[in-house]
């Protein structure tokens, strides 16, 4: 069940000029996380400073980090992207997109995202598929620890998403893979002619149902209230689609089965009695959490975990820039995350020249032979 979805071309395909490094060591997509990867190869050899210093480092390569590292890369910048081990974000497990400007077809959420990283690479975009381990914002240059190499950069771009929420359920966590899944983009193949769930009621799971009908026999929506939060089009598509059930005011509670999903515990939320019903397969799309956990001790978050962001892209430290879903829980948009990152990359160019002019000015009016620096 770790196989691409249909359609998925593979970023490891993008071919950009100089840089082999960023295009040949595409893991395989898994966001069904059913069993985490090991730890991959650097896909760049991080020995030289040359190599571990970056004018502007970009944490994410969803469209906000990708975005940004477009614009910092034709502003010369020659940028560093830790895209994370599994890289792309959240477009990665999205099927079509319908509202990203220029796609009148609509495009899959995968070749958009290829399509951004090549456009990244082909400007200069160096791009390491870790994780990062650490960062330490205390002085400049930042120190970014990922796969065991710590990266320094003159200014950081955070863009590290969000991340799909669960349910916490036991035996949720112990069928993940094995019939529970976060993603109906990539595994929703796996189900043709099965009875399915979605659990939830926004966007997401309007859209996760609406895919699954092109696989499953039937697909039953389950929200714990009477009505969804999602948009008005997507509701009005899934409340008539034939394939399409709807269980209002009920909640999982419990999944069902041994080896694979059998069933699950459903329990009505407005008089608690509980039901079993046969299913063989349950997609989760409650919602997304920030993926600020790294960045804690450093950058200020809010009640919901995400960073705080003040003047437009700035965090309360001078030289880290913050864009996307990370700090985003209103518009959490494809479009409006990549132009987040455009603004980052823009703002962080224009930081640095400020910096560079200042070191230039105090170096003037140093006496000769007194070293300046401003980083
Ligand atoms: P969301 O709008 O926050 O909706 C989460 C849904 O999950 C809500 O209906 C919520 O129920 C339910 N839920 C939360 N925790 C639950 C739990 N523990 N058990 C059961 N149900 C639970 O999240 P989303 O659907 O991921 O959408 C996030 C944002 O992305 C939205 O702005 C959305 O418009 C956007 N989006 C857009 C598209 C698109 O345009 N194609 C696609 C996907 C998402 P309650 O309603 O009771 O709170």
């Known amino acids: 069940m770790d196989e691409q979805q249909p359609g998925f071309k593979g970023l490891n395909m993008i071919d950009g000029p100089g840089d082999a490094e960023a295009t040949t060591t595409m893991a395989p997509i898994a966001p069904m996380a059913m069993e985490q990867p090991e730890a991959a190869p ?33 502003a010369d910048l020659e940028p560093v992207v830790i ?27 995968p070749e958009l995202m290829a399509a951004m990283r090549a456009q990244a690479v082909r400007f200069g975009t160096r791009i390491h598929d870790l994780d990062i381990e650490s960062v330490d914002f205390s002085s400049r240059p930042f120190k970014v620890t990922a796969g065991g190499t710590t990266f320094t950069a003159d200014a950081v771009i955070v863009a ?13 966590t112990r069928l993940r893979g094995r019939g529970v899944s976060a993603c109906a983009t990539c595994d929703g193949f796996f189900f043709r002619d099965k009875k399915v769930a979605v659990v ?20 039953v929506l389950i929200h714990r209230r009477d009505e969804f939060r999602g948009s008005r089009i997507m509701r009005r598509r899934a409340e008539k689609h034939p394939k399409i059930s709807i269980q209002w005011n009920s909640q999982v509670v419990d999944v069902l089965g ?36 790294v960045f804690k001790d450093w950058l200020e978050t809010d009640k919901k975990g995400y960073l705080v962001v003040t003047d437009h892209t700035l965090s309360g430290i001078e030289g880290v820039f913050l864009a996307g879903d990370v700090h985003d829980h209103r518009y959490r948009q494809a479009v409006t995350a990549a132009g987040d990152g455009c603004k980052a990359a823009i703002d962080a160019e224009r930081w640095l020249e400020a910096q560079a002019a200042e070191a230039g000015e105090q170096a003037a009016a140093a006496p000769a032979g007194e070293a300046v620096s401003v980083a």
């Open 83 to 109: 895209a994370g081990f599994i890289p792309g974000g959240q477009l990665m497990i999205t099927s079509d997109v319908e509202n990203y400007p220029g796609f009148p077809d609509g495009i899959q959420g």
């Open 42 to 74: 650097p896909t760049t050899s991080a020995s030289s400073d040359s190599g571990t210093h970056a004018r502007v480092l970009i944490i994410g390569s969803g469209p906000a980090g990708l975005t940004a590292a477009i614009y910092a890369a034709r």
């Open 160 to 172: 590290t998403g969000a991340s799909a929420i669960w349910l916490e359920l036991e035996n949720e």
């Open 200 to 219: 939830g009621g926004g966007d997401s799971a309007l859209e996760e149902a609406l895919f699954l009908t092109k696989f499953a026999s039937e697909v």
């Open 258 to 293: 041994q080896e694979k999903i059998e069933g699950l515990r459903i329990k009505d939320t407005q008089t608690g009695v509980e039901r079993e019903e046969p299913m063989e397969g349950l997609f989760v799309a409650i919602g997304h959490k920030p993926n600020t956990d």
